[in-house]
């Protein structure tokens, strides 16, 4: 019972006791402290980012309806171009990939039940509800996400917000709109190319391996899809759009501590990205689920 | 309100709390009025709150009491900026430039462009005027030939002289400087005065300067403010302050005039590093 594991003189046996009861009780309560700290931290993210959307909204209701606000479309473009561009092979990529693997994977259990070309529908259903909006946004998190946290967490250091700022340019405005729109818009797009490129990987698969007619694949496809799965994955991948901007925005505002605190608001940013996008889809499709939509 | 003050600190009062959880008072009622056309410098030691104060007065940091009345041209009557919304309070601030201490150049633009920056967004000059504004702005600060670099490849002395183009790109009332002549050398740092009070006889501004090096203080100011944990210690005349520094030890009489002699001069021992009283053995040797 005495003997401790740790150095040190031997402690005598009532008062080791004593100690091992102290030091568990602190270990549960730094935990518990902890933990409520990580709670209180997230709830003031979401704080912040749900401030940070509406200053932003305001911006915009502004740009476009104040006379003599700017909505930067120089901005905009380039942030259209750097945000969507880079990311378009990835996307294309991956997609192509996923569309392989879901077929694949199918294919037996549908094989046993005798309906295999069915896997153009499930293929469809999969990659334009679900996948292609979600994986083209964890890529953008990864591409755009953090390299807008980078920007603006350096910008922050360089007392550039601050010199922004002190020139009676708003950020918001200046920096977190055209970021926001454009995320929005170019994860959109990523978006329809993602569903062309996975189900074409479907088609592929079923068509070469699986030897499904390419003929009755583009048939069921068809028929399989409607405008309302198109419409709740953009519609998803509009939302993820904004909340890839958004975490960037925040964490590449809050940067303090020098590089180092560039290098942490980058991968919380993908990290936090990752997470939100899965619970936020998670929802989603919950709420999609129960209303039939 | 005296009509040749421009702006008018009021018994400013900033708090930040510190990571353990309690409130530091970084500035304590510090009151002093900013005449037009002088150039003041705020004086003092590293974390006397010189950059807090200069914070405030640009309105970046809301302060916790006290007022700070600005009263530029354009405004029909003096006004707290605390009290102004974002919007006017953005007109004030067209009204000045800041010099921050390591430029604070925007690195994605070029030399020109950060320039042009605030011309474009605040005014309807043609984007060929603009082009000419930059080039007198550049040529003022003899950076012209220069224009299309990067910041990134520009010099430390280089960077300020852009961003003090580009502080007076919207030909301001106000100049702000925050430790204009950190980080550099002792030759770049004079030309930098130089420029300082160049700009400030050919744009009649008011300059407001940050710093803790003397050379620099003594060559540029009219008036200086010395601060002291988060308090006016003193303010004056130029000529005062170089009567303190220059002033025989034995002279000095209060812990007041000792402790300015002491940091106007930068020695190492007197008031100001003095935590439990000097020794006989120091006063001997400050004494001579
Ligand atoms: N944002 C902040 N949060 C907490 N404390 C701060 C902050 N800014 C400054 N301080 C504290 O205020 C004091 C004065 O800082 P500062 O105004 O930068 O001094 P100076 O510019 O005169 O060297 C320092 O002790 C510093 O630690
Ligand atoms: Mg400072």
Redesign the pocket.
Same mark, same amino acid.
């Given at each position: 019972m005495s003997d401790s594991p740790s150095s040190g003189p031997p402690a005598s046996g009532p008062s080791a006791g004593a100690a091992r009861w102290r030091r568990m009780v602190e270990g549960v309560g730094g935990a518990v402290i902890g933990w409520v700290d990580r709670c209180g931290e997230t709830v003031r993210f979401v704080g912040d980012m749900t401030d940070l959307l509406g200053h932003t909204l305001r911006w915009l209701f502004r740009s476009v309806f104040v006379p003599g606000v700017r909505l930067r479309r120089s901005a905009l473009a380039y942030q259209m171009v750097r945000v969507g561009v880079r990311s378009i092979g990835i996307v294309v990529l991956v997609q192509i990939f996923i569309g392989i693997i879901l077929a694949l994977q199918l294919a037996p259990t549908l094989r046993d039940y005798g309906q295999l070309e069915r896997v153009a529908d499930v293929v469809a259903i999969a990659v334009v509800r679900e996948l292609g909006p979600l994986i083209s946004a964890i890529v953008l998190s990864g591409f755009a996400g953090a390299s807008i946290a980078a920007e603006i967490g350096a910008m922050k250091e360089a007392e550039e917000i601050k010199a922004l700022k002190a020139h009676a340019l708003n950020p918001y405005h200046f920096l977190v709109m055209p970021r926001l729109l454009a995320t929005v818009m170019m994860l959109t797009g990523l978006t329809v190319i993602a569903d062309v490129v996975g189900v074409f990987g479907g088609f592929l698969t079923s068509w070469l391996v699986l030897e499904v007619p390419p003929a009755t694949y583009v048939d069921l496809t068809q028929s399989a899809l409607g405008l309302k799965d198109l419409f709740t994955g953009l519609f998803k991948a509009g939302v993820f759009g904004m909340l890839i901007a958004l975490i960037a925005c925040c964490e590449g505002l809050r940067v303090s501590g020098g590089a180092e605190g560039v290098g942490r608001a980058t991968t919380a940013t993908v990290v936090k990205s990752i997470v939100a996008l899965i619970g936020v889809d998670a929802l989603f499709t919950a709420v999609f689920y129960v209303f039939e939509i | 309100m005296d009509s040749d003050v421009i702006i008018s600190v009021r018994n400013v009062v900033k708090t930040?709390r @510190?990571p353990g959880g309690d409130e530091?008072r970084?500035l304590d009622g510090v009151t002093f009025d900013i005449l037009r056309g002088e150039t003041i410098v705020i004086m &003092?030691g @590293? &974390?006397? &709150?010189? @950059?807090?104060?200069l914070n405030c007065l640009i309105g970046e940091y809301t302060i916790d009491g006290g007022q700070i009345i600005y009263s530029t041209e354009r405004m029909p009557e003096p006004r707290d900026i605390g009290e102004l919304p974002e919007a006017e309070l953005n007109e004030v601030r067209k009204r000045f430039g800041i010099l921050f201490q390591s430029g604070a150049l925007f690195n994605s633009m070029s030399v020109a462009e950060n320039i042009a920056l605030p011309i474009r967004e605040h005014s309807d000059v043609p984007a060929r005027l603009i082009d000419t504004i930059v080039t007198l702005k550049l040529e003022q600060v003899k950076m012209l030939e220069h224009r299309d670099k990067m910041p990134a490849q520009l010099s430390g002395g280089q960077k300020k002289r852009v961003g003090l183009a580009r502080a007076t790109a919207l030909d301001p009332e106000i100049l702000f400087y925050d430790e204009p002549s950190a980080g550099l050398d002792p030759v770049t740092s004079a030309t930098i005065d130089e420029l300082m009070i160049d700009l400030s006889k050919k744009l009649l501004v008011t300059s407001v300067v940050?710093t803790h090096e003397m050379d620099s203080a003594f060559r540029i100011a009219d008036r200086m403010v010395m601060l002291e944990r988060g308090r006016v210690l003193k303010l004056g005349a130029r000529s005062e302050f170089e009567a303190l520094r220059d002033a025989p030890a034995e002279s000095l009489t209060g812990r007041e005039e000792k402790l300015m002699n002491q940091f106007l001069n930068g020695f190492s021992v007197g008031p100001l590093t003095d935590v439990h009283g000097m020794s006989e053995y120091e006063k001997l040797i400050i004494a001579g």
């Open positions: - | 930040f @510190s530091v970084v &003092g @590293s &974390g006397c &709150g010189k @950059s807090t104060l940050v």
